[in-house]
């Protein structure tokens, strides 16, 4: 029987060994073993970020998106350039054609490659029904649906003009299966993502049998300032695993999808189990036969 890498030479540890398997893997997946990710909404301090950050300690080269936080992404740039990682700053409005393209532009003009992307971006605001207006409604189609469109599609047909190809993941929402009160105008913008994972999957991937689309579908993951105690406790209640999720808990998730040759089309909910529980009582209710 062979003996593992790191023991046939005493010189290299089982961590050295690791980094060798992954510039390997990312070699052969890419054809380069730094491949650029361009994570969208990842300025601010929140899942955007934690992602770039996942991204960038696998060996990736960066490219940071900001809309509203710009001076917090020029920031980052010079932090993470403090710490030996390559990566630019793009700033804009995502639904906008004209910018998406000139990012793309930028990109290559920077790498000369685009082998990732992560779509975070997004907008959230909560709203009764009786307050939601028809420009309300406008708006977070424009961002979470248009947004994701544009950034899919102009990363994506670059991404079929490369031999390696490349990998394109969405952030979607779990709780469009299971909607809540007050967020109407986010859950129809955000139940696009599933079908346009699906549809760029099959539009990219005919172009390009390299180029794979995935999503995930997070929650309850790093919750808003202001949510009471008790509020937080009703939340984790309701997911299986009774806990909440972190930023980085989403961030392996699509680093896993970015990288796994043999998926495309997937939408992977990184929630807990909350997607699928109905509740203690529920079986008791549908089921008469079990209640004494």
């Not at 420009?135 to 599609?153: D, K």
């Not at 991404?159 to 129809?188: K, N």
């Not at 794979?212 to 695993?241: D, H, M």
Request: hydrophobic share 45%; net charge negative.
């Amino acid at each position: 029987m062979s003996q593992q890498p790191w023991i046939v030479d005493s010189l290299r540890s089982p961590d050295d060994y690791q980094s060798r398997q992954t510039a390997l893997q990312l070699r052969s997946l890419f054809g380069t073993e730094s491949p650029v990710a361009w994570i969208t909404g990842s300025a601010a301090d929140r899942v955007g970020r934690a992602i770039a950050r996942r991204f960038a300690m696998h060996g990736y080269r960066i490219v940071i998106h900001a809309n509203r936080s710009v001076e917090e992404g020029v920031q980052l740039v010079k932090a993470w350039k403090q710490e030996g990682i390559e990566s630019i700053l793009v700033s804009g409005p995502i639904q906008d054609e004209v910018v998406v393209q000139g990012w793309i532009k930028q990109i290559y003009e920077r790498f000369g490659r685009l082998d990732v992307l992560v779509h975070a971006a997004a907008v959230w605001e909560p709203q009764s029904l009786e307050m939601t207006t028809a420009n309300m409604v406008v708006e977070q189609f424009n961002t979470n649906t248009l947004g994701t469109f544009l950034c899919a599609q102009h990363a994506g047909l670059a991404m079929c003009d490369q031999s390696t190809g490349g990998s394109i993941i969405l952030v979607g929402d779990w709780a469009v299966a299971r909607p809540y009160r007050d967020f109407a105008a986010y859950f129809a913008s955000k139940g696009s993502i599933s079908t346009l994972t699906r549809a760029f999957a099959v539009e990219l991937g005919e172009r390009s049998p390299h180029v794979r689309v995935n999503a995930v579908l997070p929650g309850p993951v790093k919750l808003v300032e202001g949510v009471s105690e008790t509020t937080q406790t009703a939340i984790l209640k309701q997911c299986i695993l009774q806990r909440e999720g972190t930023a980085d808990h989403v961030a392996r998730a699509a680093l896993f999808l970015a990288e796994h040759e043999f998926l495309t089309g997937v939408c992977l909910p990184v929630d807990g189990g909350r997607s699928i529980y109905a509740g203690p009582i529920a079986d008791a209710i549908a089921h008469a036969s079990n209640v004494e």
